[in-house]
């Protein structure tokens, strides 16, 4: 009689106990899942100032890996719409987050596993953790993501925000001009589809 009392309890734990981390899937072990031939397209929109609108396709790849300094790293290639090759990146899944190879040294990206609040050293700015549960609704499909905000170190009158869903990668992608007390959205990466292997 005891255990029929114990296994309820044991299921409410697993499903509703993970307030500090999210898990997305089995699969969310890395938030970029970097695979040769996972592929994402985005829409890119710049909003300008006079309320001119610029928008276009972006598709991002992943086509190879290479060795670099003994490590395993992903090329990830990123083309505009009609398929021109507008660069060639290197990624790796670290036990702590996505890291690229820049300059002749591994920088983290994104840190993962996170908690909420948990800041770190980006490329060139300060990355903070803001929500670990955001859903988003794009189109007609839902993403439960994790929130980043991007803390400008060199020029203050932006501010970004990344949305990444653990297993699939970004999802939202924001830039906002501050100033006057206001903010504007001038730039606007948005999933539009992709294909996981």
């Known amino acids: 009689m005891n255990r029929i009392f114990q296994l309820p309890i044991l299921i409410f734990i697993l499903l509703f106990t993970h307030d500090n981390y999210l898990l997305c899937s089995e699969s969310a072990k890395e938030i970029l899942p970097l695979k040769i031939g996972n592929e994402w397209v985005e829409n890119i929109c710049r909003f300008g ?18 060795l670099i300094e003994s490590e395993k790293y992903y090329v990830v290639e990123v083309c505009d719409s009609n398929g021109k090759v507008q660069s060639r990146n290197y990624y790796i899944n670290k036990s702590d987050g996505l890291y690229s190879y820049i300059k002749y040294e591994s920088v983290m990206i994104l840190k993962y596993p996170v908690q909420k609040g948990d800041i770190f050293r980006g490329v060139t700015d ?5 929500s670990m549960d955001v859903t988003l609704q794009l189109s007609d ?27 699939i990668g970004r999802i939202l992608y924001e830039i906002y001009e501050i100033g006057d007390g206001k903010e504007e959205l001038k730039e606007r990466w948005e999933l539009l589809e992709y294909k996981l292997k």
């Open 49 to 66: 100032s006079y309320g001119d609108v610029n928008c276009h396709k972006r598709i991002t790849k992943v086509i190879a890996d290479t």
């Open 126 to 130: 300060t990355i903070k953790v803001d």
């Open 141 to 167: 499909k839902s993403y439960k993501c994790i929130q980043y905000s991007v803390e400008r170190t060199y020029k203050v009158s932006y501010k970004m925000f990344i949305y990444c869903s653990p297993g």
